[in-house]
């Protein structure tokens, strides 16, 4: 029985590699689309039909292409560290909240944060490995930016978390079902999609792959199967944000087709910023992190909190309140009986 459950676990994992593949392959396709009409051009629509075997034909071109190497690099470091990113993020996907018995997480938000911290270090390591000045300076950027709004969604969980008692992302679905949590934190929604943006280094907060500035950041010296695992890796966590983003504010059931609709227009959203908004200033970026965002978040936190605690309070008033009837009804009934044995005895 065990062997079984083993092996039906890892055929449901690798599917599950599968789908994200094609599912990051088809949302580059969907942002490069709606880049070009953003730009009043046509996009992709050569390769199949209107395009849609473009990006397993960039992917084909990728892995082919020469492999070179940095010189003076880190040589196994620097070989590693792609792996080691694409590993972590398929490693996050399994907290996704399911509902089909693949996995279930009690602790799937812990485990969330947990593996998005250490993100920050195939980032670091890959500029650091790679000895070029453009790519150390990349990856310390994307840690200090990573790093500054990773405690933004860190705080935004855990107000949720006060709310829905527990750490399991599919109780997200249950609480839902008559309001959206959006409607009670639109702020806070607000909040969590700016931070969302730095967390993955999307434009207008792309410094970690400043073009203008770094020349391509931190991935620079990779080619090839290195850039392509970069750029897998990459893309995977972005959806994997926008698919958190519509759990935890929109709710939905991942067995409905309603559910995607709306994780596509999330996507939508996420893209236009991407085709109008110019890049932010860094020390802007930092300073709107901490500055403003911070104590934002933590003011939405103490309400939860005391909102939490109001409701406990009025519970515990409630039941010795009727404790407290109880025994004085009790205690009336008493007197009034020994009263009138009293009186019959006279």
Do not use: H
Not at 173 to 183: C, H, M, P, S, V
Not at 312 to 330: A, D, E
Not at 331 to 344: I, M, P, R
């Amino acid at each position: 029985m065990i062997i079984i459950d083993f092996i039906i676990i890892l055929i449901g994992s690798l599917v599950l590699v599968i789908c994200v593949m094609v599912g990051v392959a088809f949302l580059t396709l969907f942002e490069r689309k709606i880049l070009g009409y953003v730009q009043i051009r046509k996009g992709p629509n050569k390769v199949g039909f209107i395009g849609l075997l473009q990006p397993f034909s960039d992917a084909v071109k990728l892995f082919v292409k020469e492999q070179t190497y940095p010189s003076l690099s880190n040589f196994l470091v620097y070989y590693l560290c792609p792996i080691f990113s694409l590993f972590l993020i398929l490693f996050i996907w399994m907290c996704v909240p399911y509902l089909i018995k693949l996995y279930s997480f009690n602790l799937g938000v812990l485990f969330f944060l947990a593996c998005t911290s250490l993100g920050v270090y195939s980032v670091i390591v890959a500029g650091w490995s790679s000895n070029s000045a453009y790519a150390l300076l990349g990856g310390l950027r994307s840690v200090a930016q990573t790093i500054s709004y990773e405690v933004r969604l860190a705080l935004i969980f855990i107000s949720f978390i006060f709310l829905i008692g527990n750490f399991n992302l599919c109780l997200f679905y249950i609480k839902q079902e008559y309001i959206w949590f959006f409607l009670l934190g639109v702020p806070l929604s607000y909040v969590w999609f700016i931070s969302s943006l730095a967390e993955t280094n999307r434009t207008p907060f792309d410094f970690a792959e400043g073009e203008s500035e770094l020349v391509s950041g931190f991935n620079i010296e990779y080619s090839r199967g290195g850039f392509a695992l970069i750029f897998l890796a990459e893309y995977a966590r972005i959806l994997f944000i926008r698919i958190i983003f519509s759990v935890i504010f929109i709710g939905g059931d991942m067995l409905s087709i309603f559910f995607y609709v709306k994780l596509v227009l999330i996507s939508f959203l996420f893209v236009w910023v991407r085709g109008t908004i110019p890049r932010f200033r860094y020390d802007k970026l930092i300073y709107l992190a901490w500055k403003s965002y911070l104590t934002f978040s933590l003011l939405f936190l103490i309400l939860f909190i005391s909102i939490k605690l109001l409701i406990f309070i009025c519970l515990i008033w409630l039941i010795f309140s009727k404790k407290l009837i109880k025994i004085l009804f009790l205690s009336y009934v008493f007197k009034t009986y020994a009263l009138s044995s009293s009186l019959t005895i006279q």
